[in-house]
Antibody, heavy 118, light 110 residues
Framework: EVQLVESGGGSVQTGGSLRLSCAASGFTFSNYWMTWVRQAPGKGLQWVAYINQAGTEKYYVDSVEGRFTISRDSAKNSLSLQMNSLRAEDTAVYYCARGGLVRGITHWGQGALVTVSS | QSVLTQPPSVSAAPGQKVTISCSGTSSNIGKNYVSWYQQLPGTAPKFLIY???QRPSGIPDRFSGSKSGTSATLGITGLQTGDEGDYYC???????????FGGGTKLTVL
């Protein structure tokens, strides 16, 4: 069974940093593109970042480019999102997901809440 | 303001059929596959449709997808109260080099 478990969420002040992690199991992690998607309270889904199997191709939504970094460790079956210079508008539930919007996001984690406040 | 446009809400009676539209441009829907996601209240999104009209295993054939030009449509027949929730379309935008979602459509089964 595919499982994606996020960790590292929490509250942080504006301008601060946070690192989200996602532990993947139940599939061959190194074979799949991986994605982060977020959902602000009461709002819709927003695609955030996408990384290829080897970690050599990375794409970001404009609003996080230069502040967020997606990475992966295939030896640990782990996906990460380093978030710096956080803003209030980054407040959201962040979902780790397998696949991407090119062919479809097949599996989602339960989400990790990130709250940014002054 | 989402790149893909969906109606904010749709409703229908149990047992009836509903369609949800998703409108884009030549750089996203016009060029790439569309997928659809269901998000029931308080839960993570669930994969419903991929490559415009394919159902993952376990998704009932009450759910269908289609695409024409720069628009896509999700159809749900035999509506059940358990189908109530939010539905999102998504695709890749080749001009933005980014994934994009629609704003979501809230389905109410009256």
């Amino acid at each position: 069974e595919v499982q994606l478990v996020e960790s590292g969420g929490g509250s942080v002040q504006t301008g601060g940093s946070l690192r989200l992690s996602c532990a993947a199991s139940g599939f061959t992690f190194s074979n799949y593109w991986m994605t982060w998607v977020r959902q602000a309270p009461g709002k819709g889904l927003q695609w955030v970042a996408y990384i290829n199997q080897a970690g050599t191709e990375k794409y970001y939504v404009d609003s996080v480019e230069g502040r967020f970094t997606i990475s992966r460790d295939s030896a640990k079956n782990s996906l990460s999102l380093q978030m710096n210079s956080l803003r209030a508008e980054d407040t959201a539930v962040y979902y780790c997901a397998r696949g991407g919007l090119v062919r479809g996001i097949t599996h989602w984690g339960q989400g990790a809440l990130v709250t940014v406040s002054s | 303001q989402s790149v893909l446009t969906q109606p904010p809400s749709v409703s229908a009676a149990p047992g009836q059929k509903v369609t949800i539209s998703c409108s884009g441009t030549s750089s996203n829907i016009g060029k790439n596959y569309v997928s659809w996601y269901q998000q029931l209240p308080g839960t993570a999104p669930k994969f419903l449709i991929y490559e415009n009209n394919q159902r993952p295993s376990g998704i009932p054939d009450r759910f269908s997808g289609s695409k024409s030009g720069t628009s896509a449509t999700l159809g749900i027949t035999g509506l059940q109260t358990g189908d109530e929730g939010d539905y999102y379309c998504g695709t890749w935008d080749s001009s933005l080099s980014a994934g994009v979602f629609g704003g979501g459509t809230k389905l109410t089964v009256l």
